[in-house]
């Protein structure tokens, strides 16, 4: 068991940045897969952000990308998201997930095993 804890939502305005942490104390993140996922409103959860090893390019939703940035921080636990130029449809619960290493990362559900618990993105003005 993997225990992933998300840091830093809040409540933003349109235009504004946020940044996302995910860290699993006493665990080497560097050995999963790592997913940010999302579920707005009324909607289903769906993938925004994934990263494999360190020489493989990480892999963005097509409406986060450009504004959005996936990373791993130097302590080897942690693993950030980095939000730009937010909109209100990027309002959500953020969810980290990790799943067994493989060369290409995906945002599909099914390939994460450990999921933290979530943390509130508000996007308003």
């Known amino acids: 068991q993997v225990p992933l804890v998300e840091s830093g939502g809040g409540l933003v305005q349109p235009g504004g940045s946020l940044r996302l942490s995910c860290t699993a104390s006493?665990?080497?993140?560097?050995?999963?897969?790592i997913g940010w996922f999302r579920q707005n409103p009324g909607k289903e959860r769906e993938g925004v952000s994934c990263?494999?090893?360190?020489?493989?390019?990480?892999l963005y939703e097509d409406s986060v990308a450009g504004r959005f940035t996936i990373s791993r921080g130097d302590d080897k636990s942690t693993v950030y998201l980095e939000m730009k130029n937010l909109h209100p449809e990027d309002t959500g619960v953020y969810y980290c997930a990790a799943g067994s290493y493989r060369t290409y990362c995906s945002i599909r559900e099914r390939l994460y095993d450990y999921w933290g618990q979530g943390a509130q993105v508000t996007v308003s003005s």
């Open positions: 006493g665990f080497n993140l560097e050995d999963y897969n």
């Open positions: 990263m494999s090893g360190p020489y493989m390019p990480p």
